[in-house]
């Protein structure tokens, strides 16, 4: 039973044995089972990890292409709602004592890009860095450190997407202010002559994935001890769909 299917059982059986009539995406109590709940995301390993997000995106991709064109933002908004079907909701109450994320995501500040919709993930199981341009300051190193060593989270992985705004400022020539300069450095210099805006947008997730690395004596060790997995990824907007590098 993976991870999502034991979040849904656990919510449905919690909510057959407790409140019948709300079967379905919520874990109705916040004592003992949404405890259990919270320390069985703990265990999870770095694949497991990977698998659960994998499936929330391929719901949320369908989802987000069925909504594409068509019909009015209500219409729109019932096929996007699909994602939450069979989804298990952790108890706010019980979020509130403590959080066991299942993955810890480096991503792009860009509107379009939450990773919580982009997995089909609820409260409480993504710990979320992010910045314009998914670059790994040290702001954002500490703080995979910390969902590393202290929450235990498996799997880190950064999230380039297409159109970048931020890639697009550092591949141009465009006067910036000098904040915005700093932001966009790290861009640049993974930047490689020749490519195109899709594989300078790839080659700059590499960069930071490899910084993480490169620059963090905690999660170069738990790497190499197979206690977190970091990998790339590209989320493209257009079809919802995320690849992995
Ligand atoms: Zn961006």
Not at 35 to 50: E, G
């Amino acid at each position: 039973m993976n991870r999502r299917d034991l979040l849904s059982a656990s919510g449905l059986m919690l909510a057959g044995m407790a409140v019948p009539a709300l079967a379905g995406r919520r874990a109705m109590a916040a004592g003992a089972e949404d405890q259990q709940l919270l320390k069985s995301l703990q265990v999870c390993t770095p694949a497991d990890s990977l698998t659960y997000l994998l499936d929330g995106n391929r719901k949320f991709s369908k989802a987000w292409v069925a909504a594409s064109g068509t019909g009015t933002p209500r219409q729109r908004m019932d096929k996007l709602n699909a994602i939450w079907d069979n989804n298990c909701q952790i108890d706010p109450a019980a979020l509130a004592e403590g959080q066991k994320p299942v993955a810890a995501i480096l991503s792009c500040a860009d509107a379009r890009v939450d990773p919580s919709w982009v997995f089909a993930c609820g409260s409480g199981e993504l710990f979320q860095v992010r910045s314009a341009g998914n670059t790994a300051f040290n702001d954002a190193i500490a703080s995979m450190e910390y969902a590393v060593s202290v929450l235990g989270t498996p799997l880190v992985v950064v999230m380039g997407h297409s159109a970048c705004g931020a890639v697009k400022a550092a591949i141009a020539s465009n006067p910036l202010t000098p904040l915005l300069e700093d932001l966009v450095k790290p861009i640049r210099a993974s930047f490689k002559p020749g490519q195109d805006l899709v594989e300078a947008i790839k080659g700059n997730v590499r960069s930071a994935a490899a910084g993480l690395v490169a620059n963090s004596d905690v999660l170069r060790t738990a790497a190499a001890n197979g206690k977190v997995t970091i990998r790339g990824a590209y989320f493209d907007i257009g079809s919802g769909a995320v690849t992995m590098l």
